[in-house]
């Protein structure tokens, strides 16, 4: 009798365990919900121009390329605001909001390898990469353009110290000089201190957008160096590959079209291939 009941007892947990699996099977994806609702929720900082802000006339590029793509789907989007400058930073505005389920995808995240690491950790899995962000080079306007570090060999160029731009510069035999914020390397460049600046492509593009008599340009033509340079990407849950499909479908059409290209040029921003 008691080995009955025990069989018993076995059979109800395997039949419970089935009906969970299958319960849980059948729940419906991030892009099923948002599509039952005609609304899908992206996450994004509101205080991180110029990618992104709550600002419906200055809403960052991040913003206008989430419009984009939750359009593509057939969808109208919505917004989780996610402070990344809070102490914890980009991991805790993560773990906050996509990984509590307040949005169903992060924009303008890094794809850099130590944050990969973290976003596997993270249950979290990356989309293709929609647009580059590199080192590039900013000079004086009409003044000589190098189309690659190679070519200023010769030349003293500011970086900003402590960064990966200081780093390969100074390890590869540049002439440079550092420096703390960009505010101080451009204005070294405008006084002649320096020959060029070399500066991260969303910094340069949005501080010359906001000054635009500064008398400095980015160097048309230059190709940023492949070790300075890492790609945007978008953050889904790993479950929810139906969603991440969608989202790379519809930012190679972005891609191809010229369309991010388009956006990003509203804020200054010089539009960098996705990939190395």
């Known amino acids: 009798m008691r080995i009955r009941q025990n069989t018993c ?17 059948a729940a419906p994806t991030a892009l099923e919900r948002a599509k039952e609702r005609g609304t899908i929720v992206a996450c994004a900082d509101p205080y991180n121009l110029p990618f992104s802000s709550p600002d419906p006339s200055m809403p960052g590029f991040d913003v206008e390329i989430a419009k984009e793509i939750a359009e593509g789907m057939g969808l109208q989007i919505a917004y989780h605001w996610a402070d990344t400058g809070t102490r914890g930073g980009l991991s805790r505005a993560v773990r906050l909001s996509i990984n ?4 169903a995808f ?10 990969i690491d973290e976003y ?4 979290l899995e990356i989309t293709q990469p929609y647009l580059g962000m590199g080192y590039i080079l900013v000079g004086k306007a009409g003044g000589p353009s190098p189309q690659s570090l190679a070519d200023a060999k010769d030349a003293k160029i500011g970086v900003i110290m402590f960064t990966v731009g200081d780093m390969f ?32 492509s969303s910094k340069a593009g949005w501080w010359l957008h906001q000054n635009p ?18 790609g945007l990407v978008i953050v ?3 479950t929810e590959q139906d969603l991440k499909a969608a989202i790379n479908e519809q930012i190679e059409k972005l891609v191809a079209s010229g369309r991010i290209a388009e956006i990003v040029a ?7 291939s996705p990939s190395n």
């Open 266 to 272: 509203k804020y200054g921003i010089p539009f960098l």
């Open 236 to 238: 889904v849950r790993r």
């Open 106 to 115: 992060f924009m303008g995240v890094p794809d850099e390898q130590d944050m």
């Open 120 to 123: 596997i950790e993270k249950k």
């Open 213 to 230: 008599e500064s008398g400095l340009e980015i160097i048309e033509g230059f190709t940023p160096d492949s070790r300075m340079k890492y």
């Open 169 to 200: 510069l100074s390890r590869d035999g540049f002439r440079t000089d550092p420096y703390r914020i960009n505010e101080e390397n451009l204005a070294a460049l405008q006084q002649g201190e320096v020959d060029f600046s070399l500066i991260l």
């Open 9 to 25: 007892s076995f059979v109800w947990v395997l039949i419970v365990l089935f009906a969970c699996a299958a319960l849980a099977s």
């Open 100 to 103: 509590d389920n307040k949005c």
